[in-house]
């Protein structure tokens, strides 16, 4: 009976998570949207779009990173 509690908690509380941060999905699909692009056009030839799609990719992925940080330290004192 006990468990069966405890697995409902766990269940509640990583559901919160993924609700409390939506954006750190849609920077990881951004991320990867951006390399994708940018390794399509190295392939092809233009490494001057290449060049500025991998700095992009810098960019959007520094920027989900500081958001996964700046989450984890605004909801780290709560719990």
């Known amino acids: 009976m006990m468990a069966d509690v405890n697995a ?3 269940e509640l509380c990583m559901e919160k ?4 941060n ?3 999905p849609i ?3 951004m991320t990867a949207g951006v390399l994708t692009a940018g390794l399509i056009s190295f392939r092809r030839g233009n490494s001057v779009l290449g060049q500025k799609l991998m700095r992009a990719r810098v960019v959007v992925q ?3 990173v500081a ?5 984890a330290c605004y909801y780290g004192e709560k719990f």
Do not use: F, N, S, Y
């Open 22 to 24: 939506p954006l750190v």
């Open 67 to 71: 958001l996964m940080v700046g989450t």
């Open 17 to 20: 998570k993924r609700i409390r």
């Open 62 to 64: 520094g920027a989900t």
């Open 8 to 10: 409902q908690i766990e």
């Open 27 to 29: 920077g990881a699909l």
